[in-house]
C-alpha cells in the first residue's frame, strides 16, 4: 500500500472492536518514534507519552472506577465496572499528553497542534502495522482527579488516548463532511 493510499484508507476502530494481540514491544517503539517525528518549531518536544499494557490497564481502570464513584456516589455496579474495564478494551493505550513549555517564538497554540500531530503520527503508524487504532478523549480526558492521577503539570492536558491492538473485521467506511463544503479559494 502507497503512503497515499494508507492515509486515504485510514479508519478508526471502536476500542470495544480491538482484540490481541497488540503491538510487540519493538512496533510500540516505531510507533513513539513515528509520533516523536511530529512537526515541532524550536525543537520542544511539546508531549509526553504514558504506556498502558497488560496489568498496567486493570490498575489505571481501578483508579477511573474509583473517581467515578466518588463523583456519581449513586452510579449503580455495571456502571462502575464498565469504567473499570476503559483502558481493557484495547491491548494497548497511549496517553499523549500536551506538554507545553514557555517559548515566545513557539505559540502555545502550535505546541498543542504539535501534540495532535503526534496522535494522529501513532494513527498511522498503527495503521501501517495492520493495527486498528482510536483516539478518544471520553470524560477521564478531562478531568482533574485523572490528571493528578496521571501527574500531570498544571500547564499539561491529555491531547487523547489512543488504543491500539488487532480486529476482527475491517473497519466500515462512515459518512463524513462535505469536503468540496471545506473548500475555498482565495482570489
Not at 479508519?11 to 518514534?33: H, Y
Amino acid at each position: 500500500m502507497s503512503f497515499t493510499d494508507l492515509l486515504l484508507s485510514r479508519r478508526s476502530v471502536t476500542a470495544n472492536d480491538l482484540i490481541e494481540p497488540g503491538p510487540n514491544e519493538d512496533q510500540l517503539t516505531t510507533i513513539l518514534q513515528a509520533a516523536h517525528r511530529v512537526p515541532d518549531h524550536k525543537k520542544l518536544g511539546p508531549w509526553r507519552f504514558i504506556v498502558f499494557q497488560g496489568d498496567a490497564r486493570r490498575s489505571f481502570g481501578n483508579t477511573l472506577r474509583d473517581i467515578f464513584a466518588q463523583d456519581n456516589p449513586d452510579a449503580s455496579e455495571k456502571l462502575l465496572e464498565f469504567e473499570q474495564q476503559r483502558f481493557t478494551r484495547a491491548p494497548l493505550v497511549i496517553a499523549v499528553i500536551s506538554s507545553p513549555v514557555e517559548e515566545p517564538k513557539a505559540p502555545e497554540w502550535e505546541q498543542v497542534l504539535s501534540a495532535g500531530a503526534a496522535c494522529q503520527n501513532i494513527l498511522l503508524a498503527a495503521t501501517a502495522m495492520g493495527f486498528g487504532s482510536q483516539w478518544l478523549t471520553e470524560w477521564y480526558a478531562f478531568h482533574s482527579k485523572v490528571d493528578a492521577a496521571l501527574e500531570l503539570k498544571p500547564s499539561e492536558k491529555v491531547a487523547g488516548y489512543m488504543y491500539i491492538g488487532s480486529f476482527a473485521s475491517p473497519p466500515t467506511e462512515r459518512n463524513r463532511p462535505s469536503l468540496e463544503e471545506r473548500i475555498s479559494f482565495w482570489k
